[in-house]
Each structure stands twice: as structure tokens, then as C-alpha cells.
């Protein structure tokens, strides 16, 4: 199986270290190297490292870079400076989440897109496509870019003792270019995706598995996709492919900040988004604590007390952290109320739940 996906350069890492290896959007990816426990309380406690070289990378460059971005992208690029980074959608012409991911503004007429390992191709093809009246270039760089991910309350310090730029007032999605981190140069983002103060670290794909071994010299815990749905779902964040999708927009996905204010430019999908801003969105996405004994799993029917359903969940999971079974859904606007009651229809059973704010980390 493994020999027909595609494999990041840390792959032989995996197999070195005994991890078990899943496929994932197309590669060959480790869930677990101990335990998905394990890595999850050291993440949450201590410090660990993600491989996510897996991730796409899409260059535009040009005159009209950001006024291409302006135009797919559902955020407002103007924002941008060449030290903060934005989390953003990319959408169809319905609002439709097409992939959700993260624009670097490296220079006026340079911006890096950093997208999910499933979308990549799709996402390439299509920013190519809206492309063709814009004076831009259009690069698919995914193979030359590793990328890792140190997560957890330990992180600064270790990058901090090996780096040549000072990262200790780095806030949330800014960035630094040109970065020495063990000798190597990288750009240094302080972003995520488990809800805990960190770095993504984006180098050369020659150089990944040494600032991986190094990283590994500090008690750094490696960690695979297990914890990575786990500490993502405890914070509340989407899942490209669950959460989000094409027939979701950024106001029923919960990412609502992500879709620019009403601006005057015309961007993909502004007819839609501008209507679920002003009027309400049909569906919203809620965070999910069970009540009873039971997991809800991806496409459980979510009902009302009464028993009518409402909705349907999008991902779940066992929370190591809250000791609950906990998950995210969608459901009718309407039905909508803080800490009200709903039951969930895990297979041939309607198990209690209750429906409170999407990140469930207790700080």
C-alpha cells in the first residue's frame, strides 16, 4: 500500500521509529507513533513535532498577485503585511469552501498559499484558471517545500534557543522570512492547528529531516494524526473534507472571520457571502459534548429533544483532555440555543448530548 502513495521525505523516519502509517489525502501518513494519547497530553502539557510536509504550497507572483488573491480568496488580502499571515477560504461561486488555508504575503507581487495535501491539485487548477486575466504566475511548489509543526507550551523556548531572530513577542499568524533555525534557512510562522502556542516551520524539502532530527534532540515528542484530530477538535477547528466543503460556506463552517467585510471589489462568491453576513446563514456549525456514553462519528443524525432531526454531525472524537466524547456538527440556524439539549442517533440508539462553544479546552 505505503509503496503507491506518495511519501514526504521524513517517511523513512516513520518507519525507523515503528509508527503506524494510514493513508491520508493521498500519502502515506504516520497516525500514531506511540499513542494518540500520549502524544496528545504532550502536546497539551509539554511540546510535540508534526511532520506536515504533506501540506501544498501554491506560489502567485506577479503585478496583480494580490489583486488575484483579492479576487478568490474569501478574506481581505489588503490586511496583509509582509510579516502577518492570514487564515483564509478559498471558495466556489455558491460560497462554497473549495479548500480553507493560510496566505503568506512574502513581498507586493509574491504570496505563498499554503493549502491542504488533498485539495492541492484542485486548488492549483482552479486559482490557475481565474488566473488567465490577471497578470500573475501560478506555481504548484509543493515539492519543494517541507514542513513541520512544534505545538505545545515548550515550543518557543526550544525554537527560541535555536534561531538567530527573537520569537518571543510573535503573535498569532506572523511570520518571518529568512529565518537560521539549526542552521538552516526557513520561514518561521507562529500558527497551528491544536489550540496550543507554536511554530510552523517551512524549509527546504532537503532540510526537513534534519530540523526533524534536531528538534528530536530536545524530548520532543513526535506525534502523528491521531493527536492532530484530536488537539484540532478540542479547539474547535475544521476539517477540510468534514467541517468545511463545497457546498459550506466560511458562515455555516464556523469561520466566518475568514470572509471579508463588504468591501466594494467583487471576489468569488461575494453574492452569497454577503447574504449569510447580512441575513443570517442557514445552518451554523456547533460544538458538541456528550452526555451519554457514545461517540459521534461523522454523518450521525443530530435531533431535537423531540426527536426531529436538526442536523447532522461532522466530526467526533474521545477528548483525552476533557474526558468527554465531544464532536462538531451542523445545524439548522433555528435550532440553534446555547447548552440545549439534543440527542444524537448513534446507530440504532438516540444518545444524549449538549451543545456548547467549539473549543473545549479548559485554559
Not at 295 to 308: F, K, N, S, V
Request: charged share 25%; proline share 3%.
Amino acid at each position: 500500500m505505503t509503496e503507491e502513495l506518495k511519501q514526504t521525505p521524513l517517511y523513512q523516519q516513520y518507519v525507523d521509529a515503528g509508527a503506524k502509517i494510514v493513508e491520508f489525502g493521498g500519502w502515506a501518513m504516520p497516525v500514531q507513533f506511540s499513542s494518540i494519547k500520549d502524544e496528545h497530553n504532550a502536546v497539551r502539557t509539554k511540546v510535540g513535532l508534526f511532520d506536515v510536509s504533506h501540506m501544498g504550497e501554491i506560489l502567485v507572483e506577479g503585478t496583480q498577485a494580490l489583486a488575484l488573491a483579492q479576487y478568490v480568496l474569501s478574506n481581505d488580502v489588503e490586511l496583509l503585511t509582509d510579516t502577518k499571515a492570514q487564515y483564509t477560504c478559498l471558495c466556489n461561486e455558491k460560497g462554497g469552501v473549495i479548500d480553507d488555508l493560510v496566505v503568506y504575503k512574502l513581498s507586493s507581487e509574491k504570496l505563498l498559499l499554503v493549502v491542504n495535501a488533498a485539495n492541492t491539485e484542485k486548488d492549483y487548477e482552479w486559482i490557475k484558471k481565474q488566473a488567465e486575466t490577471f497578470d500573475v504566475e501560478v506555481t504548484n511548489v509543493s515539492s519543494q517545500y517541507g514542513q513541520l509543526a512544534i505545538q505545545g507550551p515548550e515550543a518557543r523556548r526550544i525554537v527560541q534557543e535555536n534561531t538567530d531572530v527573537d520569537v518571543s513577542s510573535m503573535g498569532m499568524f506572523e511570520f518571518k522570512q529568512n529565518v537560521q533555525l539549526f542552521d538552516k534557512n526557513v520561514i518561521l510562522s507562529q500558527s497551528g492547528y491544536t489550540g496550543e502556542d507554536g511554530f510552523e516551520i517551512y524549509c527546504k524539502h532537503d532540510d526537513v529531516v534534519d530540523i526533524w532530527q534536531a528538534f528530536l534532540q530536545y524530548d520532543v515528542t513526535p506525534c502523528g494524526l491521531g493527536a492532530r484530530d484530536t488537539l484540532r477538535l478540542e479547539a474547535g477547528l475544521p476539517l477540510h473534507g468534514q467541517d468545511l466543503s463545497e457546498d459550506i460556506t466560511p458562515y455555516e463552517g464556523g469561520v466566518a472571520f475568514a470572509a471579508k467585510p463588504l468591501i466594494e471589489a467583487d471576489f468569488i462568491g461575494k453574492t452569497v457571502l454577503k447574504d449569510h453576513k447580512e441575513n443570517g446563514a442557514p445552518r451554523r456549525t456547533i460544538g458538541i459534548r456528550m452526555i451519554d456514553k457514545g461517540i459521534p462519528r461523522t454523518g450521525y443524525p443530530i435531533l431535537d429533544a423531540e426527536g426531529q432531526e436538526i442536523g447532522v454531525v461532522t466530526s467526533g472524537t474521545q477528548s483525552p483532555s476533557t474526558g468527554y466524547a465531544i464532536g462538531l456538527g451542523m445545524i439548522q440556524r433555528d435550532a440553534f440555543e446555547m447548552g440545549k439539549e439534543i440527542l444524537i442517533q448513534v446507530r440504532k440508539r438516540q444518545v444524549k448530548a449538549q451543545i456548547v462553544k467549539k473549543n473545549q479546552i479548559e485554559k
